[in-house]
């Protein structure tokens, strides 16, 4: 092979792997969606593979892939959840950026059964915000 030759092979070699890359930042991290919910959600749910909520009636995050389908929380995480809870704390409303849901969703994932056990529809979206 020429140095020609391979220098083209080597160019487009390159240029491929970088056309069919995922863009930078695009994939979900779950070490920044655990950095997330220990720093947003750990004062009231156990966040962890084990433990105890400190708010009782939070649930444990280990328990949410079992519950619920925890992609279908990315709606009400992007526009605001509604939490039926009447207790002394209310859940602070938090309205997340795409790559927040992203990697929040990938942490809860994480936690979580196999995607083929039986979940309930997640809560419900805040509209009109």
Known sequence: MTLV???VVLVLAAAS????APPAGAAANKA?????????????HA????????YP???AFRTLPAK??????AEALAEGIIV???GERQMPEFVLAPD????????????????????????????GH
């Open 68 to 73: 619920y389908d925890v992609e279908g929380l």
């Open 47 to 54: 966040i962890g593979r084990n433990g105890t909520s400190p």
């Open 84 to 86: 039926g809870n009447t």
């Open 100 to 127: 927040e849901i992203d990697d929040l969703i990938a942490y809860l994932k994480s936690l979580g059964p196999s995607k083929d056990a039986p979940r309930e529809p997640p809560p419900r979206p805040i509209h």
């Open 5 to 7: 030759r391979a220098i």
């Open 17 to 20: 792997a970088i056309a069919f």
């Open 32 to 44: 920044r969606g655990e950095f997330f919910a220990r720093e947003h959600c750990s004062t009231c």
């Open 57 to 59: 009636r939070a649930p």
